[in-house]
C-alpha cells in the first residue's frame, strides 16, 4: 500500500493529472484493459495530459522506490500496462495525432491508438503502416511488434 503522505507529495508535483486511488470515484474504470488477464489493481493511477506531469510521475516513482507500468492502449494481456500494487501512467489522456502533409510524417501523443493515427492520415489522403485493430495503442504495437495492412510494402 503506498502511503498517503507520499500520494499527497506526488499530487503536489503534477500540474494538470488526474489521480486515482482505490478510494477514489471512477478507480475502478481506470483498471479496465481490453482483456480481463491484463488488469492489476494499482496502487495509483495518474493520467497526465502533458509530459512534464509523465516526468514528475516517473521521477516520483523512482523517489518513493514504487513499481510501475505505463498504460496506452492497454492491449497487453500479459498485464504489462497494469501494475499490481504500483503506479500506472494512463495516457490514454494523450491521444493526440498531427499530420506534416508535405513531410508526410505523423506525430502521436503517448496514448494514441492506431484509430486516432489512422483517422489523421486519412484527412490528407494518407496511412500509416500500423496495426490492424486501431484500437490497438501506438506505443506498445511499435515497441512490441505487430502486423499492418502495409507490412512488407513500405
Known amino acids: 500500500m503506498i502511503p498517503?503522505?507520499?500520494?499527497s507529495?506526488?499530487?503536489?508535483?503534477?500540474?494538470?493529472?488526474?489521480?486515482?486511488?482505490?478510494?477514489?470515484?471512477g478507480y475502478?474504470?481506470?483498471?479496465q484493459r481490453w482483456s480481463d488477464t491484463g488488469s492489476k489493481p494499482a496502487g495509483i493511477v495518474v493520467m497526465p495530459?502533458?509530459?512534464?506531469d509523465v516526468?514528475?510521475?516517473?521521477?516520483?516513482?523512482?523517489?518513493?522506490?514504487?513499481?510501475?507500468?505505463?498504460?496506452?492502449?492497454?492491449?497487453?494481456?500479459?498485464?504489462?500496462?497494469s501494475s499490481d500494487g504500483g503506479l500506472v501512467i494512463d495516457l490514454s489522456l494523450m491521444k493526440s495525432a498531427s499530420v506534416d502533409p508535405a513531410a508526410k510524417?505523423?506525430?502521436?501523443?503517448?496514448?494514441?491508438?492506431?484509430?486516432?493515427?489512422d483517422e489523421a492520415a486519412a484527412e490528407h489522403g494518407l496511412a500509416a503502416v500500423g496495426g490492424?485493430?486501431?484500437?490497438?495503442?501506438?506505443?506498445?504495437?511499435?515497441l512490441g511488434g505487430g502486423y499492418g495492412w502495409l507490412s512488407g510494402q513500405l
Open 132 to 142: 490492424t485493430v486501431n484500437h490497438t495503442g501506438v506505443g506498445g504495437l511499435t
Open 105 to 117: 510524417t505523423v506525430t502521436v501523443g503517448g496514448g494514441a491508438t492506431w484509430k486516432e493515427v
Open 28 to 31: 475502478h474504470n481506470t483498471l
Open 49 to 52: 495530459t502533458d509530459p512534464e
Open 4 to 7: 498517503e503522505s507520499a500520494i
Open 55 to 81: 516526468r514528475a510521475a516517473l521521477l516520483w516513482a523512482q523517489e518513493h522506490h514504487i513499481d510501475l507500468a505505463v498504460k496506452g492502449g492497454g492491449h497487453s494481456v500479459a498485464g504489462t500496462s
Open 9 to 25: 507529495a506526488l499530487e503536489n508535483q503534477l500540474r494538470s493529472a488526474k489521480v486515482y486511488t482505490p478510494e477514489s470515484d
